[in-house]
């Protein structure tokens, strides 16, 4: 199975950006779907999950500010945030679990893409 991410780019505070996460290789609509970030010297940190059946959940600090959603016929998974601080810069990783209910532990995730990078200036 391969995950691929895009989206990413240099925005100003205060915009907003979609990040996509194509499947390849598996049954898309079978795996909750995570989004993970990290932040250059910091840990990988969870952002958002989405289950098979469409129930969400977000970390503290984009609650609000983030909508995670999925497009199953095209074996995508989105994650699109408003309002961009700088402390929302860093690489963006979508992750897949088998689970049936929205996990943040990274070790929930067999599968990884390779990231997608936002940079977002004051």
């Known amino acids: 199975m391969k995950l691929v991410e895009s989206g990413g780019g240099l925005v100003q505070a205060g915009g907003s950006l979609q990040l996509s996460c194509e499947m390849s290789g598996s049954t898309f609509s079978s795996f909750s779907m995570g989004w993970f970030r990290q932040a250059l010297g910091k840990s990988r940190e969870f952002v958002a999950a989405?289950?098979?059946?469409?129930?969400?959940f977000f970390m503290d600090s984009v609650k609000g500010r983030a909508t995670i959603s999925r497009d199953n016929a095209k074996n995508r998974v989105f994650l699109q945030i408003n309002n961009l601080k700088p402390g929302d810069t860093a690489s963006y990783f979508c992750a897949a679990s088998g689970l049936f209910y929205t996990t943040t532990a990274e070790n929930d995730y067999p599968y990884w893409g390779q990231g997608t990078q936002v940079s977002v200036y004051s």
């Open positions: 989405i289950t098979q059946n469409d129930q969400t």
